[in-house]
């Protein structure tokens, strides 16, 4: 089932997920609702915050970008109650966007290493260490389980440039080719 993706001043997008219980109901559904919503999108990760829900649940599929770094061919991991572990300090700026934050793309820094502990959909756990892209998008969603947008790791002079237009995806005003659940007006 496609779910809406929550937009940029969504509370749930502010807060930081907590891990899930070894027994959580529909686990497999989930996931499985999280790629498809993520396929749809045209997305290459999706946290579970994008969907609203605080559980610390991210699933990444980097096949669509095989043909830049031949190593994301086929690869497509749920990654649970994550925990980045280590981070190296040599770092790279790329540019990224979200499909949280859509129709805006800045330049971010990243480190290009990381060890991050995560259980698989099988609940199996793993204590991995991914470099470059992989490294990059995985840091981007795991941000989502902290409360962290990638707009927030930009400098404040491009944090103004793009003020209205964040302020418009924050009002609804914005269009996607996916569904979208915007910030609740009070």
């Known amino acids: 089932m496609i779910l809406p993706v929550y937009l940029y001043g969504h509370p749930i997008l502010r807060k930081e997920s907590k891990d899930i219980p070894l027994d959580y109901p529909q686990l497999d559904k989930l996931l499985e609702n999280m790629y498809e919503t993520m396929k749809n999108a045209d997305g290459v990760g999706l946290a579970a915050p994008q969907i609203g829900l605080e559980d610390r649940i991210l ?31 040599e770092e790279q700026v790329m540019e990224e966007g979200c499909l949280s934050i859509p129709n805006i793309h800045e330049k971010v820094p990243r480190s290009n290493r990381i060890r991050i502990q995560y259980l698989d959909e099988k609940l199996q756990p793993h204590d991995e260490i991914y470099e470059g892209y992989k490294a990059r998008v995985l840091q981007h969603e795991y941000d989502h389980l902290d409360g962290i947008l990638f707009v927030d790791r930009i400098n404040n002079m491009r944090k103004q440039l793009i003020r209205s237009k964040l302020n418009k995806i924050m009002n609804g005003n914005v269009s996607c080719s996916y569904r979208v659940k915007a910030a609740s007006k009070k």
């Open 59 to 89: 699933v990444i599929d980097l096949d669509a970008c095989k043909d830049k770094d031949s190593s994301c061919a086929g690869f497509k991991k749920a990654f649970i109650n994550a925990h980045i572990m280590e981070q190296s300090e």
